[in-house]
């Protein structure tokens, strides 16, 4: 790991984001700390409240910690091979210990999931002693829970929440809300802690059977099985292809197996700079990261979930553009309400906490030209749209036609007033291209003559309003100066030429706008928000993919370093960095640094 990714920057209590390991099972996901903490686990979906949330309140929100009671105990970690299963082991002067954690998958989870957190640890050399810890707050930290003995397991229900709490390891209350143990592991001991959620209702009824210890040690291989088994099928990538891997795992395990929505993070409210209040809610499915990611997973040979997402949009929009979002819950819910958590310190006191997002009801003229383009791209490999599919389109394309001439909230999602974005317009230009090219490949019905004007008259008016003379470069907005990272995705949708000396000297001058240190800004205009953020990681990927389809691969793989530097020691991305700290920001892991590093990998290899 460079070491600009290790530093701190956290608050007393809370540990740097970067320290945080990524457990997906394609329906929530968890994080756990280097000191064997787990800090976020939200069931039974990533978007549901927090069982534990230690991460946005250090004393209520909750935790799951099997920690060595030495505090001379040193760590390591890592995932094993091609999966999401963390390994972290554990040393003291006495031995060493080894925890796996994962959460469990196993074939059908999509109708039938575990919903089951494991840790095992495993005695590997003389005896460590350890405590382990079971701290469940339901409802990101606001209920805390009635344990209760069932049988050989204990149980936690409060509200609508419910988890069985099984295994080997010998938890005793602790208070009323808490269980503990104090064990001693000796080399070739195994204990197993499991965490299952089960509805309330149900556990005050005929309860559930406790798994056997073997049958969580199957669990555990099953899932090592079904991971390995996943990533086998993605192609070779060279000398990167481990890290590839990992990002493509992680937006794997951000997609809702049952859905097939994809989240844009697993987290809420990490702020984009220390202490600040630019604290969003990212567990939620958005339209253009989604295409984003499968468009990085397809390069990669993964197509099956590509089908998967449109039909999620297709369903959650009601088969209407008129009733299309920006983005929808990961069941396809449309009213994602913002709410603010007063109560909840946040991490490291950033406030406020935000659940939801009020961003849902933006217009954001671009996710026209994703879908669209999406739907091209499928049917190139040969999956084309039926008749229904094709209404759809078509009901999408003349969205953007009768949109593209007024201002919006772009890419960015800018809560400012809206904006004439070149990016946006370009997208409305290529919803309009590829509906063109699809009538003309399928031979179905579409006012072609009108298209086609359309597709001319949005180009014209970039190229007058969107591009500076001067200079010879496009413009964040129409009739302005300023850039923004958003105008490298310009050539990744046809609009123009990556080796166009426009784009060249666009490239060159978004680097000297709002480059800092080796990173890109998103921006340096004003967008209604307050406070500063740090460098948004995926433009970072984003300049590496245009640099080396424009044959400049030195400063290509210069860009991919830096941004691939900002990784922590797992390969895991966040949403943003802040370089003179070396801290991570934002929510983590982000699906759109992730898709972005794999398709900056990929035109490094094309082209290299």
Not at 530 to 535: L, P, S
Request: proline content about 5%; hydrophobic content about 40%; aromatic content about 8%.
């Amino acid at each position: 790991m460079s070491d600009r990714a290790t530093s701190s920057g956290a608050a007393p209590g809370y540990r740097p984001i970067g320290d945080y390991a990524f457990l997906g099972d394609c329906h929530t996901g968890a994080l756990v700390s280097s000191s064997g903490s787990v800090d976020w686990l939200c069931l039974p979906r990533l978007d549901s409240g927090s069982y534990f949330g230690r991460l946005l309140d250090h004393e209520r929100g909750g935790w799951c910690a099997i920690t060595a009671t030495d505090p001379a105990a040193r760590g390591s970690r890592r995932y094993l091979d091609g999966t999401l299963v963390l390994q972290t082991d554990m040393a003291t002067p006495s031995g060493r210990v080894r925890v796996t954690d994962c959460l469990t998958m196993r074939p059908g989870g999509a109708r039938r999931p575990y919903r089951q957190l494991l840790r095992v640890v495993d005695g590997l050399q003389g005896a460590v002693d350890l405590r382990v810890e079971v701290a469940p707050r339901f409802d990101y930290g606001q209920v805390r829970p009635w344990i209760r003995r069932a049988g050989r397991t204990w149980q936690a229900l409060g509200g609508d929440d419910g988890l069985v709490i099984e295994g080997d390891v010998p938890l005793a209350p602790s208070g009323l809300h808490d269980l503990v143990a104090e064990v001693r592991i000796h080399a070739g001991q195994r204990l197993r802690l499991s965490l299952r959620h089960v509805r309330p209702e149900v556990l005050d009824g005929a309860g559930t059977r406790p798994a056997a210890p073997e049958e969580l040690d199957r669990r555990l291989a099953q899932t090592v099985a079904w991971w390995r088994g996943w990533s086998a099928r993605g192609g070779r990538l060279g000398p990167d292809q481990a890290a590839v891997v990992r990002s493509a795992t992680v937006l794997k395990a951000l997609t809702q197996a049952t859905t097939g929505a994809i989240a844009a993070a697993a987290t809420t409210s990490l702020p984009e700079a220390p202490g600040g209040s630019r604290n969003w809610d990212y567990r939620f499915s958005w339209v253009r990261d989604s295409v984003f990611a499968l468009r990085s997973l397809a390069e990669l040979g993964y197509t099956a979930e590509a089908d998967g997402f449109r039909r999620f949009v297709q369903r959650s929009a009601a088969g209407s553009a008129q009733e299309l979002q920006i983005m929808y819950g990961l069941g396809g819910e449309r009213r994602l309400v913002e709410l603010t958590l007063r109560d909840l310190d946040g991490y490291g006191g950033a406030r406020p906490v935000r659940i939801g997002n009020a961003a849902a009801r933006q217009h954001q003229h671009d996710v026209y030209g994703e879908l669209l383009d999406l739907a091209w791209d499928w049917h190139r490999r040969g999956h084309s749209p039926n008749a229904d599919d094709w209404r759809f389109l078509v009901e999408l394309v003349n969205e953007a036609a009768k949109r593209w001439r007024t201002p919006d909230r772009g890419i960015w999602e800018l809560r400012g007033r809206p904006r004439h974005l070149v990016h946006s317009k370009a997208m409305c230009w290529v919803a309009l291209d590829r509906g063109l090219r699809l009538a003309d490949d399928l031979g179905f019905p579409a006012p072609v003559a009108r298209w086609t004007a359309t597709r001319a008259a949005i180009r014209a008016a970039v190229e007058r309003h969107g591009y500076d003379p001067g200079r010879g470069v496009f413009t964040q907005t129409f009739d302005r100066p300023e850039l923004d990272a958003a105008l490298l995705l310009l050539p990744s949708t046809g609009f123009v030429a990556w080796d166009d000396p426009r784009m060249r000297r666009t490239v060159d001058a978004v680097r000297r706008e709002l480059e800092v240190d080796g990173l890109l800004l998103r921006y340096r205009t004003p967008d209604g928000l307050e406070g500063a953020e740090g460098a948004f990681v995926a433009c970072t990927f984003w300049l590496a993919e245009c640099l080396a389809r424009q044959g400049r691969t030195t400063q290509a793989h210069a860009a991919f370093d830096a941004a691939s530097a900002t990784a922590n020691d797992l390969g895991l991305f966040a949403e943003e960095f802040q370089p003179a700290s070396g801290t991570l920001l934002g929510n983590f892991p982000q699906a759109l640094t992730h898709l972005s590093h794999i398709a900056a990998a990929v035109a490094l290899e094309q082209t290299s």
